[in-house]
């Protein structure tokens, strides 16, 4: 293990860590490091057209002049804006996240994709004084455009930053005390709305004078921003989908500020969690499939097979004409690379934030892709006598890295995974105790004094100096650290507390149909947002569709019952007080004539809080 002390990637900064009050965490020390040392911190005097004062506006800086990259001068990335102000949320440091929100709010209005405004901050912005930031149009894309991950981060700040309001030892005002005048909450649930909006393919999108369409398992998927959501439906041959850009805590927690949002970020996690486990084994519900290995290496360019295979890490790009279902088995991807990166790195953070959430203790099969992460990080942390760990490994077995060091982020990752004791590698290996024991030495009690070092070591360079991976190694490495429960701030042990409504506002019932005839199913004690697919032959235009439906209904409140077709017409099946049990017999439901039939039909009750005991769906 390489001897140089993490503490050497903090450059000295011109930031005060006076107004900083303190948590309980275990990386007090870190976070005081990470904002009073690091050498990638700007304060702009210039957003887009809005001028500032000097020091009532931060930035982190992802690239400098120092770099060979050929971007040259300052660089602000969405991505890692947005685990700083997650970081300043939760460790209780109100007048940093209120000057990181301030870059935010002044660059939200430059948001454009296609000719319309997203609601949304461009994703890259430059400066060469270090002072004026703009738009920059790096590695040739659109200046303007959004990038989700930094979305996602940054709604994930708004929302924490709300709830420090009402944790104790915070108590932060439900506004800034700087930077605007808009509420916490009413930022988080914009950006939460503006990322449905835009950030998700559209059911439909013109090519020149053609009208192209995505399916309703696509629209649910999260895109790489506003630019790609449009060009994925009308050139899905170009689709790129990284599966750690989605975050399904964080659409469980996008319900709470999104009202009008709630049904499709129920079904987001639904469509998302069957992605996921098309790629990870996710435990004994994943049948008749083989892990790939040494002597088995996953191809590229062809479908991933997820009916046939299955890995234990993540690579990060899936290209060219995704096809997402409810049934994991049936999602079609064509697999970019065999090795991760740090564009996969994200993936343990995001999921163990959903797995240590209470309410989500009980979903098996994430605690499981959770364990497939542990045991691929673990193995290949250990088979190196735990002297290395590098950012760049192979997806399948036995997970050989590339490099001889440890990274930082990628360590943190690890720690997130070992430090919850419920999880356990699948196969013979390191034990998570042991994980944690050389990862706690290495890190050091406070988080400061280890021995991981920063990337642009394995580069060669010198690690005094900024770099182009430096804050994103920083910020993502501390918020993983935060994330084990050994190292949780008071808010993210609130947060992993927080329990969301499953489905606010209803029931969802799914029916998949190839062609026309009867989908039936019977369904004891559905719970809120559970789904099911049902297959049935032959094809034609709808002429007529009629619906049974047995409901238990707990009170006699007003009820909407509405069903949408594959194409995405909704029709509204009944809207009225019903009984405490609802019973509809061959209910026809006009306005689906001349539809196609294949595809999946989604039924669903809003308004009362009961179970769907039994339906089925008649397409002629």
Known sequence: MLGIKISVIFTLLMMSTSSWSATDSKYNKYYSDYISKG????????????????????????????????????????????????????????????????????????????????????????STDGSEYQPSNAAGTNAFDSASDGDINIAIAYIYADKAASVAGYSWSAAPKQGGSLSYKTMASNYIKAIRLKDFAPATAKDGTKQMTSSVANQHILTLGADMAVTGVIQPWNWDWRPDYSDIRAYQL?????????????????????????????????????????????PTGVDIAASTHNQYILNHQFISNPEFNLVYKQVKLIR????????????????????????????????????????ALGSTYASSQYASLSNTMNIWSP????????????????????????????????????????????????????????????????????????????SLTLWALTVQPAGHTGLQTAMDATVVPNVTSGLTQFFMVNGSGTANTVVTNETSGSSHSHLVNQSAIVKTVDLDLNFENPSDKMVKISLTSPQGLTKTVANRRFGRNIVLRRKLVNGFKGQSSAGLWKLVVTGSSGTIVSTSLNVK
């Open 336 to 375: 970019y690379q065999v090795n991760t990166d740090p564009d996969s790195s994200r993936m343990p953070v995001r999921v163990m934030n959903y797995v240590n959430a209470s309410q989500n203790s009980g979903d098996t099969h994430l605690v499981g892709i959770a364990n497939s992460l542990l045991t």
């Open 39 to 126: 050498g990638y911190w700007v304060e702009p005097t210039k957003v887009g057209t809005t001028s500032f004062s000097k020091g009532s506006v931060l930035a982190i800086n992802d690239i400098s002049t120092q770099t060979s990259s050929g971007f040259g001068g300052s660089a602000v990335v969405s991505e890692s804006h947005g685990y700083a102000m997650i970081l300043a949320a939760l460790y209780n440091d109100q007048a940093t996240f209120d000057k990181l929100s301030a870059f935010v709010q002044a660059g939200i209005p430059l948001g454009k994709s296609y000719g319309t405004a997203t609601g949304l901050i461009p994703w890259s912005w430059r």
């Open 254 to 298: 996008f319900t709470l500020y999104d009202s009008d949002g709630v049904q499709f970020w129920s079904d987001a996690i639904t469509y998302t969690r069957e992605a996921w486990k098309a790629l990870f084994y996710f435990g004994s519900d994943d049948t008749g499939r083989q892990t790939w290995t040494d002597t088995d290496r996953p």
């Open 399 to 474: 997970w050989a890295q590339n490099g001889s060091y440890v990274q930082d982020f990628i360590a943190a990752d690890l720690a997130a995974l070992a430090g919850n004791p419920s999880l356990k590698p699948w196969s013979t290996g390191p034990s998570s105790s042991t994980l944690m024991q050389y990862l706690n030495n290495g890190f050091g009690t406070n988080g400061t004094d280890g021995t991981f070092v920063c990337c642009n070591k394995e580069a060669g360079k010198n690690l005094s100096l900024p770099d182009i991976y430096r804050s994103f190694n920083s």
